[in-house]
């Protein structure tokens, strides 16, 4: 199986600020690579896809990169409704794809 | 609008058989290409990927699971069903049931999800 690592496991951050987190696959990847957002007691939502392609909806201050084992998502200017866990997941294996195991992000 | 939801009961006992039905809409999994899979996740605790089955009925389960798990599809109530055996206290979960669109390969949207606690 591919192995996906996701640092900080948790970070805090206050609004406003710029938050990068990191997702290194185990081999790799190319772009097979997308990111969710999951809050509390609810659902994982599609924030990024294909490395680096925002879904349709999601505010602009979202946004992805990398290729191959590295990627980030990065949060422009970080919003009270942006506090959430973030998965990474890759496709490349598809159907037996894998997440990272998650970034809390907490406020400051 | 598209839309998944899962159904099931909320405690089965150790060794019992789990089976968890997914009830959708706004699309149907007899369209080229249209793919629904099963996630879990255990409280406080990262997804796993458990199966996945294609409009064709090709069927997918996760290598660690697969002596346990059957994936199958009803296409006229636009269902999918996931049986587990031998449920264990690990298996606590909220499992969550969600659709791979043709020619995509990512999960969007994903159903509400449904908590299943294994205790005696």
């Known amino acids: 199986d591919i192995q996906m690592t996701q640092s900080p496991s948790s970070l805090s951050a206050s609004v406003g600020d710029r938050v990068t987190i990191t997702c290194r696959a185990s081999q790799s990847i190319s772009t097979y690579l997308n990111w969710y957002q999951q809050k509390p007691g609810k659902a994982p939502k599609l924030l990024i896809y294909?490395?680096?392609s925002l879904q349709s909806g999601v505010p602009s201050r979202f946004s992805g990169s990398g290729s191959g084992t590295d990627f980030t998502l990065t949060i422009s200017s970080l919003q009270p409704e942006d506090f959430a866990t973030y998965y990474c997941?890759?496709?490349?294996?598809?159907?037996?794809?894998?997440f990272g195991g998650g970034t809390k992000v907490e406020i400051k | 609008q598209v839309t998944l939801k899962e159904s099931g009961p909320a405690l089965v006992k150790p060794t019992q058989t789990l089976t968890l039905t997914c009830t959708f809409s706004?699309?149907?999994?007899?369209?080229?290409?249209?793919?629904v899979s099963w996630i879990r996740q255990p409280p406080g605790k990262a997804l796993e990927w458990l199966a996945r089955?294609?409009?064709?009925?090709?069927?997918f389960y996760s290598t660690s699971l697969k002596t346990r798990l059957t994936i199958s599809k009803d296409t006229s109530k636009n269902q999918v069903v996931l049986t587990m055996t031998n449920m264990d206290p690990v298996d606590t979960a909220t499992y969550y049931c969600?659709?791979?669109?043709?020619?995509?390969?990512?999960?969007?949207?994903w159903g509400q999800g449904t908590l299943v606690t294994v205790s005696s």
């Open positions: 089955i294609d409009w064709d009925d090709d069927k």
């Open positions: 294909a490395a680096s």
């Open positions: 706004g699309f149907s999994l007899s369209t080229s290409g249209m793919r």
């Open positions: 969600a659709r791979i669109a043709a020619g995509v390969n990512w999960f969007d949207p």
């Open positions: 997941q890759q496709s490349y294996s598809t159907p037996a794809v894998t």
